[in-house]
């Protein structure tokens, strides 16, 4: 029996590595072989291409599926098509395989971004998986979020038609992984800061009102390998996050105990939340359900993830 883990960015390996580590045969798929690494069998597929998906799923013996494969928010904006076709129709393909197959699991990645549009209406309290939301005046904000909402429903129409066993993880805002060119909104921020000097922030999307709450991609990869050995993921949607949120003031101060020549000419308050979506965030998310379903929380606080991340970069 092998794993397949699709997408070999910063959380797929992290995945597949953690995977090999205990032991279990694992195949990373990208639309570039990835590197030969210990115990990890390298593939190229390209997840928009179901009879290759296939063939690679029956090829090795795939009873399991981990689907990280997707683009960000940055990349979908530039190329639309090209992004919900990863997105979208590459999940499509990972859950028809998976139900022709007959794989056992498949976790899927998503996003907390899908709740964005929902904040302004929200209650102080903990945001909960599943939030109420108006089709119209809360649709998505971001291709992204739209292609993730769209994988989620689609993984659990899969369940409720075709009982595939399915598990959908929203992380936060992910931090780690190489501080060069990094492609996602948190990545760039920390690279920006992590030049240490005096810093202008001077890019929107780097700016927020009020509180976010950022995950540590270490975090994502131990929540997958949770999400794949529960015994009885009954909601099927988890929120993965830690629990803590920081203001833009306090995620520099973090910064700067990594890099104490930091300076940073903060603006005024932004009155958008992270990476510009339109409300500010009113509460963490709520964890309790990876917690009692899964066995899963969070190890890495804020100030670990960017020691390590500034760390790894010198």
Known sequence: MSTLVTGAGLIGQLTAEMLAGRG??????????PEAMAGIVPV????????????????????????????LSTGIRQDPLRGVGVNVMGTANVLEVARRCGVGRVVCA???TVAYTTFGRHAA???EEDVP???LSERPASLYAMSKIAGEQMALLYHDLYQLDVVVLRYGAVLGGSLVAPSSVPGRLLARLAQGGRVVLDDPF???GGREEFVDARDCARANLAALDAAAPGQRVYNIAPGSWYSLAEFVDVVRRVCPDLEVDLPAEAATGFAGFPHLRPAPSDVSAAARELGFRCSHD?????????GAAE
């Open 302 to 310: 804020l100030y670990e993830t960017i020691r390590d991340a500034i």
């Open 206 to 208: 780097m700016l927020w």
């Open 125 to 127: 309290v903990s945001i």
């Open 24 to 33: 279990e045969t694992v195949v990373l798929a990208d639309l570039r072989a």
């Open 44 to 71: 190229a597929c390209d997840v928009t291409d179901v009879a290759a998906l296939e063939a690679v799923v029956r090829g090795h013996g795939v009873r399991r599926i981990v689907h990280t494969a997707a683009m």
């Open 133 to 135: 939301l108006h089709l």
């Open 110 to 112: 998503s996003s907390t």
